[in-house]
């Protein structure tokens, strides 16, 4: 990410421009509305991380394109001037100076307060309509970064499965809320596109929850964590979550089934694609990890009753939303259309092993701090994990058309 632009001097437009907050602008997107948006941000940036929607249209001119007093017209011919636009930047301070640029050409335009850190900043919960356990289930969802946590709860008691740092105050606040108090927090693995919040919640008093085949992978804090291995089960209200191994891709990686409704995979299935395998062991043991998995979803996740609902910990832009908004589908659905399920072992690790997409940005420093290697502050941590999270194989081959 380009920081340099936010801490320039811009001279300043005549015209003053409103700001939008992103929650303000998802709601846009949310509806319907078309929306278009001029990114300032430098095109490597913009490529690698971006707002989109079937209902979005964005165009790229990075800031410094209006730092001159006379625009260059082939910039102004790229932005369109019949509609409403909203001006974005990493943190806000250049998409206001750009914005006022176009307002005093007579452009109609805002800018999004606080730029892509506001838009990461975004954090929504949405019930879980289909579960059929007991209590209720909430599915968080981080629209920039794709990343989904849950929270379940019933008997005044709650539980959150891969709870995220940057949140976990709010975690906290939810739990209070709803006037239950938050027993448990469970992680599925070590994350290698986030930064975990299961040591500030175990701080809090909240009885954190990682599997013992992760501790292997170097933690630092196992002895203030509780192990947990395949088949146990934790008692929250009247519900039960199980725990469920399925390496693959890590080799700690672990499914927690809630109250045999959904079972929170992980990054080992997500409702559009399966799991990449080459970020514990690189491309070198990727086949090996690739094996693994194939293993897990066909022993344990496809072993399961086809209307048990599966919740990734991710979503990607492939993937479309159930009726009540969450990324959840049913293992049924999941057979019907992602021919990776029903591949051989051999057509299965050469499909996963296929043009594999970028490793998530940061991902080293990410699993150094999650494993208690490294120490950061929630400053750095924010910045470390913007970005998409790419832990997923490719989709293009995994699912049918």
């Known amino acids: 990410m380009n920081m340099d632009l936010e801490a320039m001097d811009f001279p300043t437009p005549d015209s003053d421009v409103e700001s939008?907050?992103?929650e303000a602008l998802k709601d846009r997107i949310d509806?319907?509305?078309?929306?278009?948006?001029?990114?300032?941000?430098?095109?490597?940036?913009?490529?690698?991380w971006r707002i989109s929607g079937s209902n979005v249209e964005v165009v790229n001119v990075p800031y410094f394109e209006f730092l001159d007093?006379?625009?260059?017209?082939?910039?102004?011919?790229a932005i369109p001037d019949d509609e409403h636009l909203t001006v974005l930047c990493a943190k806000g301070g250049a998409s206001e100076y750009v914005a006022g640029a176009l307002a005093d050409r007579g452009y109609s335009v805002d800018h999004l307060e606080d730029g892509m850190n506001g838009w990461a900043s975004i954090y929504e919960a949405h019930e879980v309509t289909d579960y059929a356990g007991a209590g209720t289930l909430l599915q968080y969802q981080r629209p920039s970064s794709g990343c989904l946590g849950y929270m379940v709860y019933d008997g005044g008691e709650a539980a959150?499965?891969?709870?995220?740092?940057a949140f976990?105050?709010?975690?906290?606040?939810?739990?209070?809320?709803?006037?239950v108090e938050l027993t448990y927090a469970f992680d599925t693995h070590i994350h290698a596109d986030h930064i975990s919040g299961l040591r500030e919640l175990a701080e809090a008093g909240v009885e954190a929850v990682i599997p013992e085949a992760a501790v292997d992978r170097g933690v630092t804090y196992a002895e203030a964590m509780t192990l947990t291995n395949d088949g146990d089960r934790f008692?929250?209200?009247?519900?039960?979550?199980e725990t469920v191994f399925t390496p693959g891709h890590t080799t700690g990686m672990t499914s927690y089934l809630v109250d045999d409704s959904l079972l929170a995979t992980g990054d080992g299935l997500f409702i559009e694609s399966v799991a990449r395998p080459d970020l514990e062991e690189g491309d070198e043991g990727a086949p090996e990890a690739a094996a693994l998995l194939y293993e897990s979803l066909q022993t344990k996740v496809l072993e399961l009753p086809e209307e048990t609902l599966i919740g990734g910990a991710h979503f990607s832009d492939a993937a479309d939303p159930a009726a009540d908004?969450?990324?959840?589908?049913?293992?049924?659905?999941?057979?019907?259309?992602?021919?990776?399920?029903?591949?051989?072992?051999?057509?299965?690790?050469?499909?996963?092993?296929?043009?594999?997409?970028?490793?998530?940005?940061?991902?080293?420093?990410?699993?150094?701090?999650?494993?208690?290697?490294?120490?950061?502050?929630?400053?750095?941590a924010f910045t470390l994990e913007l970005g998409p999270n790419n832990c997923a194989a490719s989709q293009d081959a995994l699912t049918s058309d």
Do not use: C, H, W
């Open 69 to 77: 007093e006379e625009i260059d017209d082939s910039v102004l011919a």
């Open 325 to 380: 908004g969450t990324y959840t589908a049913s293992l049924g659905e999941l057979l019907e259309r992602m021919d990776a399920l029903s591949m051989d072992e051999a057509d299965f690790i050469e499909t996963v092993l296929a043009d594999m997409p970028p490793r998530p940005a940061n991902y080293i420093d990410i699993i150094e701090t999650n494993l208690g290697q490294k120490e950061i502050d929630d400053d750095e």
């Open 160 to 165: 959150i499965i891969d709870p995220l740092r």
């Open 168 to 179: 976990s105050d709010r975690y906290l606040a939810d739990a209070e809320q709803l006037g």
């Open 31 to 48: 509806r319907g509305d078309s929306v278009y948006l001029l990114d300032a941000r430098m095109a490597n940036d913009y490529e690698e």
């Open 235 to 241: 008692a929250v209200g009247e519900l039960t979550i």
């Open 20 to 22: 939008i907050e992103p």
